[in-house]
């Protein structure tokens, strides 16, 4: 078993998606029905939206300098931005209305859509906030972002442990830690939340 609980598929408004297009695909018809509000995003409550972008920004004030380059993969409609201190920042998401939004909001940074799989630009941090639970393939996705970062990077997970619902979105805690320790991290910190999810900070030795 690894990462994801029941291998590389998740769950989408009820539908088994298997891959980057189908995921896309599911997000467009939330964009469709709510436009670019925290419901497209799969939240049915913006409360919970907001506390998981605040809590990010709590995790991630201490670990990122100005001068440090930050990948926001899966970056939505940037709001994350309004949490973080000042860095080098590029959003990435593989849906073009986010994106728009994004750069509409924030016009001094930079947005691409883009699918991660396919980025190759090396950077000191990675974000993966609020994506693990709808990304199929993210063990995958992980390994990928792993190889990309410089210092370290920082994933929030929705825990199994604490998942009602028991679908195939959520992760083992202990699963993610071990992934990182394989892989040769020097120091993983793990930050539980009153909510759903748990935070991993995972640093390479520098």
Aim: glycine content about 8%; aromatic content about 10%.
């Amino acid at each position: 078993m690894g990462i994801v609980r029941n291998g590389d598929r998740v769950i989408l408004d009820g539908c088994d998606v298997a891959d980057w297009d189908a995921m896309r695909e599911a997000y467009l018809r939330r964009v469709d029905r709510y436009g670019t509000d925290h419901r497209a995003f799969f939240y049915t409550d913006e409360g919970l939206y907001l506390r998981r972008l605040e809590r990010a920004g709590q995790v991630l004030a201490p670990l990122l300098a100005p001068e440090h380059s930050v990948l926001d993969v899966g970056c939505g409609d940037g709001k994350l931005l309004e949490h973080l201190p000042p860095c080098r920042y590029t959003g990435l998401d593989l849906v073009p209305e986010f994106v728009a939004h994004a750069a509409g909001r924030f016009p001094d940074r930079d947005f691409h859509v883009a699918n991660i799989m396919e980025w190759t630009a090396p950077c000191d941090w990675v974000l993966l906030i609020g994506t693990s639970g709808t990304t199929p393939c993210l063990e995958r996705m992980i390994e990928h972002c792993w190889g990309l970062c410089r210092v370290g990077m920082v994933l929030d997970v929705l825990d199994a442990r604490r998942d009602p619902g028991g679908d195939r979105n959520s992760c083992h805690a202990a699963d993610v830690l071990d992934f990182y320790l394989e892989r040769g991290a020097a120091r993983v910190c793990v930050e539980p939340t009153s909510d759903p999810w748990t935070f991993f900070v995972a640093r390479k030795a520098v």
